[in-house]
């Protein structure tokens, strides 16, 4: 346990969402005890994941291709932009299957306590996306947090400007709720009854 090869890698597990110290010791003492079965495979395929996965430039989803899977299909809807906090949001809304349209990741939400600020955001990057007048609808499908309705009126006043129906997620989503946490009835409920603002 004193060895700082093992401290570090305890600590960096700590960091991972759900993980504290001692679920990290857990991890670290169950991957040591499985190396061939469980830890080299890891390493093979986070070492993968760092060489092959790339933001994509138009969306800023996560994908081995750039642009991504979901920016190329012609299948989806041009006419609708859902605009979402974070990546994970994104896989969200693709499990429920209620939304065939294009999608836009700011990566992460507005919150004066953590120093994230508008030009922290992906938020000049979605405006060019509306000018080329493709765009009819823009859905904030953020979450109902303080942070989530923080940006949500700062992007209603920049995107009114662009004469788009704005609409937000309504019904489902409980105040102080995350998207990634909901369930796929939760989240469809809450997409189908979405409000403009």
């Known amino acids: 346990m004193d060895s700082p090869e093992i401290q570090r890698i305890i600590q960096l597990f700590s960091r991972l969402p759900g993980l504290g110290p001692r679920s990290g010791r857990r991890v ?22 760092d060489q092959r996965i790339k933001q994509c430039s138009i969306c800023h989803s996560l994908d081995t291709i750039d642009p991504c899977s979901i920016c190329q299909d012609t299948k989806r809807d041009l006419h609708s932009l859902c605009v979402l906090a974070d990546v994970a949001d994104l896989w969200a809304m693709e499990r429920s299957q209620i939304f065939k349209g294009k999608y836009h990741v700011l990566g992460g939400l507005l919150s004066a306590l953590d120093h994230i600020r508008p030009e922290n955001l992906a938020i000049d990057s979605l405006l060019k996306r509306l000018q080329d007048g493709h765009i009819k609808e823009v859905i904030l499908a953020l979450n109902a947090t303080v942070e989530g309705q ?21 019904h489902g989503i409980p105040i102080g709720g995350e998207l990634d946490y909901l369930d796929e009835g939760t989240l469809s409920a809450a997409f189908s009854e979405r409000r403009q603002v």
């Open 150 to 170: 923080t940006t949500l009126h700062y992007l209603v006043d920049h995107l009114q400007a662009y004469g788009v129906k704005i609409s937000s997620l309504a």
């Open 28 to 49: 670290v003492l169950h991957l040591l005890k499985k190396r061939d079965l469980l830890l080299r495979p890891l390493v093979e395929s986070l070492q993968t994941v």
